[in-house]
């Protein structure tokens, strides 16, 4: 009889206690870094701004640059192992800076204390790039069909958003209370929850010791391949999925769009909606708890609607909503719409798992994300400061009135982004086979049809 408290199955539920806890200790980690840089190490200093900036800067750089790459040695290494392996050294280097995090804050260089910082953050993302894909590995492996994928997606970002509700409150009194150390360390023991999370999972034909949670072990001659060749092949492989393509093109163009929110959106909160500063927090958990709903929902919006048209749907609503959110002038209806206009782009990324999945066979699942994911993340990073450097400079002077209505530089920007959402859903309902003649479409001649699994366009990311 299946436990009432059953995620899907016992193994999904088991991965995902890990996700869980392992979530709400990143963004307590995240948190506790930026508070204490920003009020501890840096405080009062000019500088403090583009200190605080590094933190980001090194976790995209080894999401830029490390990325391509891990896919293809995911693909060749043992899944389950790989994520083991992965949260020792993650659980390591945390282990390290709250070693190190003992000493007074004045007793090295303010130089030195951000050197081990960002090369902390970095390598923890770095371990993060061969941590993601191999998950999404393990994660087609563990459910299968699109309903419990979607479903599956929309657990994944409900759980997600929570620890992004969850851990920052917990960062401050951690940090303020305890001290950087002890909230450091933190993190470190969730990634030993993580660790034997994943530990205790069984995958589908391997036994009680997986030994391939991606699938059958290729032959020795393929695992002896170079590595720009197989860079190659997984390159060539999407490139040559018109399907792929299209996700990824689709995914661009949205990205594009809601990128700029999240650099334009404390801007656009006090001068168009007229609100206190102190107030912006609120619009993040307005966003919050729209990801929550809109990830639990998703699970069943797929099952009603089907992958394809879901993903369609939800680009052309998520683009009506944005921009009529450009047209608030009142907190509390810009904070309800911009609720709403979150719930149909989470469901966006749940309906857009299952076709991801259906795109990728367990051969390239590494190489597929390990493409995916650093270009959407590129094009996030463009649209965030394309629409910084145009609000604040190409159309800093640009006010003026159409039709009764006021249009100014950040309202404009963040009006012209819903177009290019709406763009981005039309382009999705031409360019999408139908579901289930992805996994056929999209598999070369030699290459082995895969089962149908996550990522996408996602709401701007504090991570």
Known sequence: MTPRLTLINRDYTRLWIGQAVSSVGDAVFSTTLVLWVATVLAKDEPWAPLAVSGIVMASSVAVLVIGPLAGVFVDRWDKRATMLRSEVL??????????????????????????????????????????????????????????????????????????????????????????????????????????????????????????????????????????????????????????????????????????????????????????????????????????????LAGGRVVRWLGARRTTWTALLVSGVLLVAYSRQTSFTGGTALLFVFTVPLTVLNTAMSPLLLAAAPPDYRGRVMAVFYPVTRLASMLSATLSGWLAGSVLRDAHGSLGGLRFGPVDTVIAASGLIVLLAGFYAMAALPRTEDAAGRTAGPDVPKGPPAPHPVSRPEPR
């Open 90 to 295: 993650r659980g390591a280097l945390v282990a390290v800076l709250t070693a190190v995090a003992f000493l007074p804050a004045d007793a090295l260089p303010a130089g030195v204390w951000l050197a081990v910082v960002y090369a902390t953050v970095l390598l923890l993302h770095t371990a993060g790039q061969f941590f993601s894909p191999a998950r999404f590995a393990v994660l087609a492996d563990l459910v299968t069909g699109d309903a419990d994928r979607a479903r599956a997606a929309g657990i994944g970002q409900a759980t997600g958003e929570t620890a992004w509700i969850v851990g920052p409150p917990l960062a401050a009194p951690l940090l303020f209370g305890a001290g950087l150390q002890w909230a450091l360390l933190f993190n470190g023991l969730t990634y030993a929850v993580s660790y034997a999370a994943i530990r205790s999972i069984r995958l589908p034909g391997t036994g009680t010791n997986p030994a391939g949670p991606g699938g059958p072990r290729r032959p020795a001659g393929r695992q002896r391949a170079s590595l720009r060749r197989e860079f190659a092949d997984g390159l060539r492989f999407f490139a040559g999925s018109g399907f792929l393509v299209a996700l990824l093109l689709l995914s661009v163009i949205g990205q594009f769009g809601i990128g700029a929110l999240g650099t334009l959106n404390v801007f656009f909160a006090t001068d168009n909606l007229h609100a206190d500063a102190r107030l912006y927090g609120y619009l993040g958990m307005a966003m919050g708890a729209g990801g929550i709903a809109g990830a």
